[in-house]
Every structure is written in C-alpha cells, then in structure tokens.
C-alpha cells in the first residue's frame, strides 16, 4: 500500500492516515488494533523485518523473473513468425 500511494500522486495527501489502510486490513480480516501491535512488534524486533522483506524480495524478483523469460519467449515467436517482406 505505500509503495501504490508513494508512486500515484493523487493518492499521497492519504499516505499519512490509517483510512486507506481499513479496507485493506478489512479485506484481510484484521483489525487496526492488530496492525498497530504488529507494528509496534516490527518496531522491537527489527531482524523479524528484516527477514520478512528478504524474503518478500526474493519471491517478487522470482516472479518478476519469470515474467521476463514469458515476454522474452512470447516475443520471440512472434519475431519467427512474422513475414512482413
């Protein structure tokens, strides 16, 4: 959620407030209490955060990965089958 409200302009004046965060939590079943305890946990327990983003790191660039070989095999077939002359 920050990184959508840091990268849309329209949505920044919100990046300060819990409000765009309660149909998110809603979505997922938590409630504000839960997100203030578990920030307040990742506060005291930094290595846990650290941890959590490598692996959130490694899963996104795995998948951006992935992603990259799909274009780069879709846009190869579509360089060998193409007979424009």
């Known amino acids: 959620m920050d990184q959508y ?3 849309d302009r329209t949505m920044r004046k919100f990046a300060d407030t819990t409000a ?3 149909p998110v939590l ?3 079943g938590y409630t504000a209490e839960d997100y203030f305890a578990s920030v307040d ?3 005291e327990n930094s290595r846990d955060m650290a941890q959590i983003l490598d692996m959130t790191e490694k899963i996104l660039r795995k998948r951006q990965n992935a992603i990259l070989k ?3 095999a879709d846009s190869n077939k579509l360089d060998t089958t ?3 002359y």
């Open 5 to 7: 409200l840091g990268a």
């Open 20 to 22: 765009v965060y309660k």
């Open 26 to 28: 809603r979505y997922y």
């Open 41 to 43: 946990y990742y506060l």
């Open 70 to 72: 799909r274009i780069e």
């Open 82 to 84: 193409s007979n424009f």
